[in-house]
C-alpha cells in the first residue's frame, strides 16, 4: 500500500505537467493567425490617402521644419485634380462630353477615359 501511495505521489504531478503543458501550446495557433492576418494587411496595396502621403513627402525632400508642416498640411489636404476612382472619372468625361450624341459621344468617352487612366 506504502508502494502505491508513492507511485500515485510521483506519477500526479507528472501527468499534471503534460497536461500543462498541451494547453500551453494551444495559444501559439491564435498568434500564428494574427501573424498571418497582419502579413496580409501589410500585402495589400496601399490606400488612396496612404499614396498621397508618399507623393507630397518626395516633394517635401528638400523642406525643413515648419516650412515642411506647412507644405505637407496643404499638400495633404488639397483635394486632387485627378479623378481617383472609375465612376469619378466616368462622371468627369461625362460632363465634358454633354452635348455630343450617340457615336460621337461614345468616342469621345473612349478617348476621354483612356487619357485619365
Do not use: H, W
Amino acid at each position: 500500500m506504502k508502494k502505491l501511495i508513492a507511485m500515485c505521489a510521483l506519477v500526479t504531478p507528472l501527468m499534471a505537467s503534460m497536461a500543462f503543458a498541451q494547453t500551453a501550446s494551444a495559444p501559439a495557433a491564435p498568434a500564428k493567425e494574427a501573424k498571418e492576418a497582419k502579413e496580409a494587411k501589410e500585402a495589400k496595396a496601399p490606400t488612396a490617402q496612404q499614396e498621397k502621403m508618399k507623393a507630397c513627402n518626395t516633394q517635401a525632400a528638400d523642406k525643413k521644419g515648419d516650412e515642411r508642416k506647412a507644405f505637407m498640411k496643404e499638400c495633404l489636404s488639397a483635394k486632387s485634380a485627378v479623378p481617383k476612382t472609375q465612376q469619378e472619372k466616368m462622371a468627369a468625361c461625362s460632363k465634358e462630353g454633354k452635348g455630343k450624341k450617340g457615336d460621337e459621344y461614345k468616342a469621345y468617352m473612349k478617348e476621354c477615359l483612356s487619357k485619365s487612366a
